[in-house]
């Protein structure tokens, strides 16, 4: 394992406590990026020793198993880690609209009213706990340049997927397929299909995919029904287990 690596923290569905919330860190020198915060990834970074060392924060969108963890990541940082100003933690938003529906819409209940040392109210913002970037080009110093792109999920829900420049391609939640040319590919999943479906499903995946798409494809968001699934057998690269890494020097 090379200095850079990508390191899973949970790789299962919205409501799979066994796997956890979909979420990784991307690691190459001082600066340490998260991918989604859901609401079991906090605990998972805890126990890791890790929650404190990042520093860099992308959300793709606001479904709780993706950005239920904010509000604990947020006062960990603010009153446990005293992280103030300059020592916030960094937090990407692709449009300021979907700052606001973040805030306003998820975390503004939980967040907005604290008290200051002297034990005075305060009504405060998300900027209080991050510093926030709005945009879908992301540069953070030693790591691959990420950018955020509009993906399909749930009818009218501001979403995306994540690409690296150095070739890894992360669908989010989607129902597309993903991008040929990426060399390192994780997808979500499920394991059925509905009329109504707001994830691509196993068998579209295993039917559409060329063969050497599938081989470098691993499939993440597993929900009910992955352990009755053989994704080599089917040509995909794999399952994503939490805490894997995946080396990002020699891509
Ligand atoms: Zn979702």
């Known amino acids: ?10 790789t299962g569905s919205g409501l799979n406590f066994t796997l956890g919330n979909t979420s990784f860190l991307i690691k190459g020198g001082e600066r340490i990026l998260l991918v989604d915060c859901g ?8 126990k890791s020793g890790q929650l404190k060392d990042i520093t860099d924060v992308i959300l793709t969108h606001t479904h709780a198993d ?10 960990m940082n603010y009153f446990a880690f005293k992280k103030r100003e300059d020592q916030r933690p960094n937090l990407y938003i692709a449009t300021e609209k979907f700052a606001q529906r973040l805030w306003n819409n998820s975390l503004k209940g939980g967040l907005e009213k604290i008290q200051d040392e002297e034990n005075i109210p305060q009504n405060v913002t998300l ?3 991050f510093k926030i970037h709005i945009g879908k080009q992301i540069d953070i110093l030693g790591l691959p340049t990420a950018t955020l792109f509009p993906a399909s999920h749930v009818q009218g829900m501001e979403n995306y997927g994540v690409s690296f420049d150095n070739g890894v391609w992360y669908s989010g939640d989607s129902l597309d397929l993903p991008k040929n040319n990426s060399k390192l590919i994780f997808q979500d999943c499920q394991f059925y299909e509905t009329i109504a479906d ?3 499903s196993y068998n579209r995946l295993k039917q559409e995919l060329s063969p050497d798409v ?3 494809t691993y499939l993440v968001h597993l929900g009910g029904g992955w352990e009755q699934k053989n994704p080599k057998a089917d040509g ?4 994503v287990m939490p805490k894997q890494r995946f080396d990002l020097e020699s891509l």
């Open 1 to 10: 394992m090379g200095n850079k690596y990508l390191e899973w923290i949970g």
């Open 39 to 46: 609401y079991t990834v906090p605990l998972e970074l805890m």
């Open 66 to 75: 993706h950005i239920g963890g904010i509000e604990g990541f947020a006062y």
């Open 127 to 129: 900027d209080t706990y």
């Open 198 to 200: 707001v994830h691509v």
């Open 214 to 216: 599938k081989a470098k």
């Open 236 to 239: 995909f690269a794999g399952f």
